[in-house]
């Protein structure tokens, strides 16, 4: 490439900076279409700051992304309490390197996304700048501008919000495979006992249709009811399905495919050896990154 074609250097940072960015603005958002729109409104920002004087570009952009995710997670809000059924992060396949990061990867995970819904805002934006990526007190503060000392209470509160809602051991990606592997085969052969042993006793089930798809509007807990609606379902439509192994949101998950078309994406919690958490994702807005890899980092 000449000198000619090369990109601005303005360009050339923010591009080298692109998956970070969208990584940051996912996990405050949950959602991968609102995330690219703060990626479009970060870029127009940015190419209007004077490049020569930003010191560190990498956290400029940060704080940019921060803001703009912030505003539109309060509209995101918004939105939800209008949503029909629960509402689920949307899913992304995902690289074999987002698995070996395993911070990462737990961080992203469907279970983790959803402990984070339950934080405030401006709680989940701090969580996520210094528990994810590792952001000083003061980067943090000027992105979501709050002093220093306002921003260490708030990220101890945050800290142990979560730590009380996140999945007691985590189970590595094997672990999560063999679990997963068993409840496959336990559907599939409607074998009420193995799926009630590879099912945690108070196992939640949430499924999101968003009022398109056909699926549970509360969530379902408990073994024996959950095993029940599983085995309905599958003798509805098991002769259509196929489920293929996936890595989504950096953990191992299975896609459905109903006649060959992707149906669905299932995730789940592992905990002691069982699924105490099963999330499945039907909204076909949601089901667009399943198929091609979404690339993450930090």
């Not at 930003?54 to 952009?61: C, G, S």
């Not at 998950?253 to 078309?261: I, K, P, V």
């Amino acid at each position: 490439m000449s000198e000619a074609d090369r990109p601005d250097p303005a360009t050339e940072v923010f591009v080298a900076h692109r998956n970070l960015l969208f990584t940051v603005a996912y996990e405050m958002l949950g959602s991968a279409a609102d995330a690219e729109d703060v990626l479009q409104e970060t870029w127009l920002r940015w190419s209007g700051v004077a490049f020569e004087q930003v010191r560190d570009p990498r956290a400029y952009l940060v704080r940019i992304a921060t803001r703009q995710a912030l505003g539109r997670l309060r509209t995101l809000s918004r939105r939800k309490e209008s949503y029909v059924g629960p509402w689920l992060p949307e899913p992304l396949l995902t690289a074999p390197d987002v698995a070996e990061d395993v911070e990462l990867a737990d961080s992203v995970s469907m279970a983790m996304l959803l402990v984070l819904e339950t934080l405030g805002p401006t709680e989940r934006a701090v969580y996520v700048l210094r528990e994810v990526f590792d952001l000083g007190y003061d980067e943090i503060a000027d992105a979501v501008g709050k002093s220093p000392a306002t921003i260490r209470q708030i990220a101890h509160r945050a800290r142990a919000h979560v730590a009380a809602r996140r999945p007691r051991e985590a189970a590595s990606p094997a672990q999560t495979r063999a679990v997963l592997t068993a409840f496959h085969r336990a559907v599939e052969t409607g074998d009420m006992q193995s799926l009630l042993d590879v099912l945690a006793p108070d196992v939640v089930v949430l499924s999101d249709g968003g009022g398109v798809r056909q699926a549970v509007l509360r969530p379902v807990v408990g073994a024996d009811k959950v095993a029940r609606l599983l085995v309905a379902g599958w003798k509805k439509v098991g002769a259509l399905v196929t489920f293929d192994p996936v890595q989504i949101n950096g953990c191992p998950a299975l896609l459905m495919r109903l006649d060959g078309e992707v149906d669905s994406v299932v995730a789940a919690r592992i905990e002691g050896g069982a699924v105490s958490g099963l999330y499945v994702v039907r909204n076909p807005e949601k089901l667009s990154r399943v198929e091609q890899e979404t690339a993450l980092s930090r």
